[in-house]
């Protein structure tokens, strides 16, 4: 009965380590403003980022990383400009001139170690139905 629960735990954990990745060259998701949470970037696709928020209604935009420095390409109406951010080193925070975008955390990252909590007590109540009761659950 414990090495069913250790299995079903040990199958979890690697369930989560998936879906929670191990990163990419390049960047993904919501990056937020510590200054102003109402805007942030998002960063999507093959290089694609999006600003909005703060007065912005959505600028599209493109981005490359050299070392620690991340540079994007936005498109204001027709004017081209060329940002500079610096990366830090487990690219959670992309720095500018006295800001910061800070990296919002997935759903998994919040949330694993509920996940984990939930599914060890399922188990166990598993293993307590299948002990009283004679019958297994398949």
């Known amino acids: 009965m414990m090495r069913k629960l250790t299995v079903m735990s040990t199958i979890l954990m690697v369930f989560v380590l998936m879906l929670s990745g191990c990163g990419g060259s390049g960047l993904s998701g919501k990056y ?16 694609n980022v999006v600003l909005s928020g703060g007065g912005h209604p959505g600028v599209d935009g493109n981005y490359y990383i050299r070392g620690n420095t991340l540079y994007i390409s936005f498109d204001y109406g027709g004017y081209n400009s060329q940002e500079a951010f610096i990366l830090n080193s ?49």
């Open 32 to 47: 937020v403003n510590e200054a102003n949470d109402s805007q942030y970037l998002k960063f999507s696709g093959s290089r």
């Open 90 to 138: 487990n690219r959670s925070t992309i720095s500018y001139d006295g800001g910061a975008f800070i990296k919002k955390k997935g759903f998994l990252a919040r949330h694993w170690l509920k996940i984990v909590i939930v599914w060890m007590v399922l188990g166990l109540i598993v293993i307590a139905y299948e002990k009283i009761t004679g019958r297994k659950i398949s």
